[in-house]
């Protein structure tokens, strides 16, 4: 999460919240500080469904699951992936505006709302700072931070791991070469040295990330971020996924949010669709 430090003090919230019930009880301080009709105190919006599937995870529930042999099976519509989505659904009612339950976070850009001062928080990556900054200078990385979002379990929720990889083509000449690339780039040498210390990135192992969170130049305004990627799930493996990603399936969490359909009635049809795709060879 990132959040307006600023703003969250004047409100009388003085820390980072490290429970669900702490998170609520704070954004509704938010919330009473700050009486504009178009403030949000947690702008989450409905199409989002990255941020919904962290709400899945933390309720133990999945997109899909592999199966023995290898195959993929969807399961948006167990239990325990419904319970997650009535937990996400709630929130987002109960702390993003009514307008956000049809939208996705680029229109408008969720970095620009906070940077106005229209929401106190979003999750975003940490890339969301300089983002925020370019909208408005003045709120300088004293006046913002980050911490791992809550879950309703009780347990921090598993944060999205994505973003670039390396792969070694199947067609290269040079595959030796490649891997020998790989070992290199990824080494922990290379991970504190150039990654972190050089460009402010994530050390790719959890080891590092508490090497470098122990460094007296550590940046605290990254600290949600960093503690947020040693509990991390990704997406399914299946090369359908992608196609999922594309075709519009997900936008199935808009319309759960908006009520123009079921939670329960959009995951059925969800994994019908999703299934009809990994059955695909």
């Known amino acids: 999460m990132i959040y307006n430090k600023k703003m969250w003090s004047e ?15 704070d954004l509704q301080k938010l919330r009473d500080a700050n009486t504009d009709k178009d403030f949000s105190p947690f702008y989450m919006p409905g199409r989002d469904w990255k941020s919904a599937a962290r709400w899945i995870w933390d309720a133990g529930g999945d997109f899909a699951e592999q199966q023995s042999d290898g195959t993929w099976k969807s399961t948006l519509s167990s239990d325990k992936s419904l319970k997650g989505i ?3 659904l709630e929130f987002q009612h109960k702390w993003s505006s009514e307008a956000s339950r049809s939208l996705d976070t680029g229109n408008p850009d969720f970095s620009q709302l906070l940077a106005e001062g229209k929401t106190g928080a979003i999750l ?15 709120l300088t990385t004293d006046n913002l931070g980050s911490f791992p979002m809550p ?4 347990k ?42 050089k460009d ?10 508490d090497e470098v969170m122990k460094s007296a130049d550590f940046p605290s305004y990254l600290t949600g971020f960093f503690e947020s990627a040693k509990n991390t799930k990704a997406t399914p493996a299946s090369p359908q996924w992608l196609t999922i990603e594309n075709d519009s399936s997900l936008n199935c969490f808009g ?23 990994y059955a695909k060879k």
Do not use: C
């Open 11 to 25: 409100a009388g919230i003085d820390n980072p919240p490290s429970t669900y019930k702490e998170l609520e009880a």
């Open 86 to 88: 009535d937990q996400w």
């Open 151 to 154: 879950g309703a379990s009780g």
């Open 255 to 277: 319309d759960i949010a908006t009520g123009a359909t079921t939670a329960k009635a959009a995951a059925k049809s969800f994994d019908e669709h999703a299934d009809s795709l």
């Open 156 to 197: 921090l929720q598993p944060a999205m791991m994505a973003g670039s990889v390396w792969g070694v083509a199947q067609k290269s000449k040079r595959q030796e070469l490649a891997l020998k690339w790989i070992k290199i780039a990824a080494s922990p040498e290379i991970q504190k040295d150039y990654v972190f210390a």
């Open 200 to 209: 402010g990135w994530m050390p790719n192992y959890v080891e590092g990330l």
């Open 124 to 138: 975003n990556n940490s890339a969301g700072i300089r983002t925020i900054q370019q909208y408005n200078p003045d």
